[in-house]
């Protein structure tokens, strides 16, 4: 599987992004994440959501402002970031695991990774 992640640029604090994330092949079964990777941080995680959507995971820094969602008649999954803030600067992978039995904060856990896209908060 190959994820193409996008949406990511440039926005003051306060404001929103939209990322998504557009996988090569059906989805539908798989567990789906985001984390994130600031300058010179450890790459850490955001969210994840369950193959039906019904299931979501947030980090504790991000919830009530991230949700995450996913359509699987397009084979994507989704962050809505509102109230950014200069801390959620970071570069922004999705990932994917077939086989994970809950929605998973850990990295290594899953086996598909997409490329990145780059989100950079002003203040």
């Known amino acids: 599987v190959q994820l193409q992640a996008s949406g990511g640029g440039l926005v003051q604090a306060g404001g929103s992004l939209r990322l998504s994330c557009v996988a090569s092949e059906h989805t539908s079964s798989y567990v789906m994440g985001w984390f994130r990777q600031g300058p010179g941080k450890e790459r850490e995680f955001v969210a994840a959501?369950?193959?039906?959507?019904?299931?979501?995971n947030y980090a504790e820094s991000v919830k009530g402002r991230f949700t995450i969602s996913r359509d699987n008649a397009k084979n994507a999954v989704y962050l809505q970031m509102n109230s950014l803030k200069p801390e959620d600067t970071a570069v922004y992978y999705c990932?994917?695991?077939?086989?994970?039995?809950?929605?998973?904060?850990?990295?290594?856990?899953?086996?598909?990774w997409g490329q990145g896209t780059q989100v950079t908060v002003s203040s």
């Open positions: 990932a994917a695991d077939r086989f994970l039995a809950r929605v998973s904060a850990t990295s290594r856990d899953y086996d598909y």
């Open positions: 959501i369950s193959w039906r959507g019904g299931i979501t």
